[in-house]
Every structure is written in C-alpha cells, then in structure tokens.
C-alpha cells in the first residue's frame, strides 16, 4: 500500500495553472496584419476567435513535470510486505521467574534472552554482567517495524546506567518475581592515607586518626595511616596524601598532576574555577577542590584546628573526608524494575522517521530520476519547435 509521508506537498499541484495561463498568453500576443480585401467584408461576418492551446503536447509535459515534482514533496512510500506483524517478541531478561512469565503472557510471540545475540531461551547464557540498558537500545534499532516488543523484566534489575532508556517500538514491561544475577565484585580496595604534617601542625593528626578509625569501622581493615614529616618521601603506589605545611613542593605537586589526590591546610584557592566543597553553617567557604592534571587538589583555608575548621567536630566529618578523597561515585546500576520502566519515544520525531525508514520503501530516487528525464525532454521538445521556426 502506498503511504505518503509529508501529504502537504500536494498543494504543490496548484502550480498546474501556470503552464496553461503562460500558453494561453503566448496564443494571445498575434500581430494584425492589414489586408485591402478585408474592407469589402461585411462587419456582421466578423472571423470568431476559438480558444486554442498552442503546442499541447509541451503542456502536457509541462503539467506532468509539475504534478511529479509535487508527488516529490509529498514523499510516497511503499509499505514492505516483508514486515512480519504476527511474530511479536518475548525478550526476557537474565534472572526473571520464567513460569511466571509464561503463566502471564502464555506462549505466543518469539521468545528469546535479553544477552548479546539475543539467542532463543534453550541456548545456554553465558554467567558474565548484562548490560541491559545498552542491549534494550540495540534491540529497539535492530528490531523491524511493526512488531511489539514484550520485554519480561525481574523485580530487581542490574545492568543499568544514568540515562532513562528510550524505546521507539511499542512495548509491554512486565515485572515477574526474581533478580538480575549478581555480578561478581572485587573485595574493596585498601586504602592507605599518607599524612606529611609540619611540626606545629602535629595537633592536626588526631582528627585524621579519629577519621581512620570511623573508616575502619564501617568497613574493618580498610584503611591506614602513614604519618610522617615533610620531609619523607611518597611512596609510588601513594594515592591519597594530606599535606599540613606550606605549599606543595614541585614534586609532590607532579605527583598530584599524574593522578594524585592530595588535601592541603592551610591554603588559599588559587585557581578561579575551584569549587567550593565544604562550607560552614554560616556558608563561609572552608575548602575547594579543583583540578591539576589527572590528579585533583583540596585546598583547606585553616588548619585542622576547630577554631578554623568547626566542621571537625562534627558527626560527619569522617564521611566528608572520605568522599572528597574518592571523588565521585558512579551511578548505580541496580534498581526495582517498577521504576525504571523504559520511556516510549514514537511522540519524537526522529524516532518516527527512523522506524518508518526500516518498514517502508522510498520511491524519491526514481521520482527525482524520471523528473530528470521529462526536464531533458521538455527542454528538447520547446527549443526543437523554435529552431524549426526560424528556418
């Protein structure tokens, strides 16, 4: 069946009244001629004039180029018979209750995983982390037009990133008992905190050992302090490093630059792109963190003295310290599959003309091809005739 994707283009047929009113002008522009029979003619046997349309078959070409050209505009499509509508999918996600999901949507559709491949349910999976939001973004632009999706999801998904995925195929999401399953994770990395302090700094120390041991109990062992002067050398697997002294030295600081993270107290924010990390309760900024190279830099504007940092003897103050050494975290990948229910984009146009573009066939490459033919022949066909005239 023929579809026309942009219908509007066939206002472009009111040009069809061009081509009639330039042929009939052009019939209009005569020059009389005096004859001296003429004035013998009676006035009541005065010749009539008949409306004749000069060079038809030019019109006719005329007006079929005009009506092609509109055709054009209005972009025909033809719909592909080879859309197979009645072979709907049933994507199922690693970890959902299959019988659950059988019992709820029975047993028609193609029923296949959502892994790499998407393989039919009797091939063996692979036991390796499944990237769901990307495998429901490859779907959608792998999967012909016309069919629907049923996409059988357990109540706790993995495999996800920060953006809310967006499905151009109309879909169903059901949520059935189970959960994505678990990824293997690497035990948590030790930390080793290295303190290189200033001797009327050393009061400075307790509030960090306090900070250590906080950390050590929420997670046992996973943290020490490595307390030294200034003077003593970073090892190279250093990675977090309290500095209580002056600036930081030319190597300390190419250190920071090839990935390091190093707080610093006291010092001012130098950089007019630091951003302020902690503030007091009146909101005076007391430190700010900003880049140097790969590493990254806090600058405290005190010491580690409660009269200069009150923020020290706070509840908190070992969390706040923790995650401004990490950084930030990455987004979670594991949420209730209720809430993360995929968005259907076919309201975006985009997404319209990307799936009409898999399920109908173009006709603009032939259109635009025996345009070009009526034009060669129309310009052959009107200077022909103007040639034969002057001879």
Not at 177 to 199: H, I, Y
Not at 210 to 235: G, H
């Amino acid at each position: 069946m023929m579809l026309l994707l942009a219908p509007l283009g066939l206002l472009a047929l009111f040009a069809l009244v061009i081509p009639f009113v330039l042929h009939l002008v052009r019939r209009q522009q005569l020059t009389d001629t005096e004859f001296a029979a003429l004035r013998w003619i009676s006035l009541r046997t005065q010749p009539q004039r008949h409306l004749r349309i000069e060079r038809p078959w030019l019109l006719l070409l005329r007006l079929l180029l005009l009506a092609l050209l509109a055709l054009l505009l209005a972009q025909p499509v033809l719909e592909s018979k080879s859309v197979d509508r009645d072979a709907d999918w049933v994507v199922v996600a690693p970890g959902a209750d299959l019988a659950a999901a059988r019992s709820r949507i029975g047993g028609a559709g193609e029923w296949r995983w959502l892994a790499p491949g998407f393989p039919s349910l009797d091939a063996q999976l692979a036991s390796a982390p499944t990237p769901t939001a990307s495998l429901l973004r490859e779907l959608d632009a792998q999967l012909p037009a016309g069919r629907k999706l049923t996409l059988v999801v357990p109540e706790q998904l993995d495999g996800l990133d920060g953006e809310r995925v967006q499905l151009a195929h109309a879909f169903d999401w059901i949520v059935v008992p189970g959960q994505s399953p678990a990824v293997a994770t690497m035990p948590a990395e030790k930390r080793q905190l290295f303190v290189r302090f200033d001797a009327d700094q050393a009061a400075g120390l307790d509030y960090l050992r306090a900070a250590v041991a906080a950390w050590n109990v929420r997670v046992p062992a996973c943290c020490t302090l490595d307390a030294q002067s200034l003077a003593t050398p970073l090892p190279a697997d250093a990675r977090w490093l309290v500095w209580l002294g002056a600036d930081l030295p030319a190597d300390v600081t190419a250190w920071v630059e090839q990935g390091g993270v190093a707080l610093v107290a006291p010092q001012a924010a130098k950089d007019g792109d630091a951003n302020v990390l902690w503030r007091d309760r009146g909101g005076t900024p007391l430190a700010y963190e900003h880049s140097r190279g790969a590493g990254r830099l806090i600058s405290l504007s005190g010491r580690l003295d409660p009269a200069q940092m009150p923020l020290l003897l706070d509840d908190d103050f070992a969390q706040r310290l923790f995650d401004a050494l990490r950084g930030p975290t990455p987004a979670p990948t594991r949420a209730s599959a209720a809430a993360v229910e995929p968005l259907h984009a076919a309201a975006a146009a985009a997404s319209d003309v990307r799936q009409v573009g898999r399920a109908l066939r173009a006709f603009d490459p032939w259109l635009a091809l025996l345009i070009s033919a009526l034009l060669l022949a129309e310009r052959w066909l009107a200077t022909r005739r103007r040639r034969g005239a002057r001879t």
